[in-house]
């Protein structure tokens, strides 16, 4: 009996070991991506922490910010915030979903194209994709499908907008590639 106690003692060790070795916690809690399309629609630089490291399921909270002149469109400012859950598959392979808001500066703009009014709004973002980062890495790439809703919530000020086509009325599937430093 004490014989094979050892034996199974001996055979099970060195897999606790390596188990314990092989820890998927960040080393690293914040990172600064740049992102094109996703949330900025075009780009946007973003702040993200990791607020909860529990092993294989994390919490992150993101912000960030993009800015367009006015000759580009009638929204100048975009600031994409919003709470991700991360799922590792192991160490460097995550799965990512999350939902936010982005905040959103547009202008009225008359008959020659000038700001008349500015005002602020906010649509409902989500997040949903895969992200590579090893535990100890600096390096991390992302890559996400980002649909965004627009609710208006300023509608009965302000008309709304109508530009291009859309899958919906108020509903855009946008995609987006991140690449990041985390510190």
């Known amino acids: 009996m004490k014989r094979t106690l050892i034996l199974i003692l001996f055979v099970i060790a060195p897999f606790f070991n390596s188990v314990a070795q092989e820890s998927s916690n960040f080393l690293h809690k914040n990172s600064l991506q740049l992102e094109l399309g996703g949330h900025g629609l075009i780009y946007s630089f973003n702040y993200e922490r990791i607020l909860v490291d529990k092993g294989k399921h994390k919490t992150a909270g993101q912000i960030g910010v993009a800015y367009y002149p006015a000759s580009v469109g009638f929204r100048d400012f975009w600031m994409p915030v919003g ?101």
């Open 83 to 183: 709470i991700n859950q991360i799922y590792n598959f192991n160490s460097s392979h995550h799965f990512e979903a999350g939902l936010g808001m982005v905040l959103i500066r547009e202008a009225l703009r008359n008959e020659d194209n000038e700001a008349v009014k500015w005002f602020w709004d906010a649509f409902i973002s989500a997040r949903l994709g895969y992200r590579y980062q090893k535990p100890n890495s600096r390096f991390l790439f992302r890559v996400a499908l980002t649909p965004v809703l627009e609710t208006y919530l300023f509608r009965e000020i302000v008309p709304k907008p109508t530009f291009g086509r859309r899958i919906s009325s108020d509903f855009h599937f946008l995609a987006g590639v991140s690449v990041g430093y985390s510190f």
